[in-house]
């Protein structure tokens, strides 16, 4: 997080973007915010430790600060550094830990290695820390039999929800996607099995070394929604194996009424307006 001083006159024109002028009382309410890009790729430091790849339930408010609070309905949510080398195989990346729990189908990056006497490749970007439900007490492990994560957008006007990259799901129809929103109402949302390729809201990230697309093991995915109401919550259902790779949302925070804060301006001299960084976007 930075501190960003605005000039008065530039402050001023952000209120007025963000201001009521014209409005009626209903439609003002709405529109005293800013909104605020989002990106959580479970690589940013967050205060506690070395953003640890263990430790279970201090994970689930580790993001508070981007308004967001995270559960599991099994186990506890865990990080797993998907940057690894596979336990029998190669990093072309050069990594030099090893995937632990055995899964090396978490692996991200470029790499290869041998499966029930079978070669397996994969080609993607390289993800770092993950999000997974961790399987047991050992070494950071996704559990093999699902779990539902859920997570809580905790600001008071909801978010915009963008997208989430999900990695190790062997068909884009796996997920289970289950979304409230800021009135109350519910919708799931599943896709087909085909949606990699006639699907636009679902991208295929990963490809074996040949350039074949890749759908299993290692594979990651990036789901895409574009919804005309803001999300309270999502709750995302792994049948399986498998790992959250980063979320993207925009959050919308209330400002004080125009009036007041030219006020505050001519006060203070000044405005600081808080900008969150995160890293940027990978996929």
């Not at 070394?209 to 789901?223: A, E, I, T, V």
């Not at 790992?243 to 203070?268: D, H, I, Q």
């Amino acid at each position: 997080m930075r501190l960003k001083k605005l000039s008065i006159a530039t402050a001023i024109a952000v209120t007025t973007t963000v201001g009521n002028i014209g409005l009626n009382p209903g439609q003002a309410a709405a529109a005293n915010f800013v909104s605020e890009p989002t990106h959580i790729n479970f690589d940013e430091n967050v205060g506690v430790g070395d953003n640890p790849l263990d430790g279970g339930p201090k994970l689930d408010n580790l993001w508070s600060d981007y308004g967001l609070n995270m559960d599991s309905n099994k186990k506890e949510l865990w990080l797993y550094d998907s940057s690894c080398k596979p336990g029998n195989g190669v990093s072309e990346d050069g990594f030099e830990n090893k995937c632990t729990g055995g899964d090396r189908d978490l692996a991200t990056g470029k790499g290869s290695y041998k499966k029930n006497g079978q070669d397996y490749t994969y080609d993607s970007e390289a993800q770092g820390q993950v999000l997974i439900v961790q399987e047991n007490d050992g070494a950071p492990d996704d559990l093999a039999g699902g779990a539902t994560i859920t997570f809580d957008f905790t600001d008071e006007l909801g978010v915009d929800f963008h997208d989430i990259s999900l990695l190790d799901f062997d068909e884009p129809n796996d997920p289970v996607f289950k979304f409230t929103f800021l009135d109350g109402t519910v919708e799931e949302l599943s896709f087909g099995e085909d949606a990699d390729e006639n699907d636009d809201r679902v991208t295929l990230l990963s490809q074996t070394w040949d350039g074949d697309p890749l759908k299993k093991d290692n594979s990651l995915r990036k789901y895409e929604f574009d919804f005309d109401k803001d999300v309270t919550k999502l709750e995302l259902t792994l049948p399986g194996s498998g790992a959250v790779t980063n979320l993207n949302y925009t959050r919308k925070r209330r400002v004080p009424e125009p009036s007041s804060m030219l006020g505050l301006l001519v006060g203070a001299f000044g405005v600081v307006s808080v900008v969150k960084r995160g890293s940027g976007i990978r996929a």
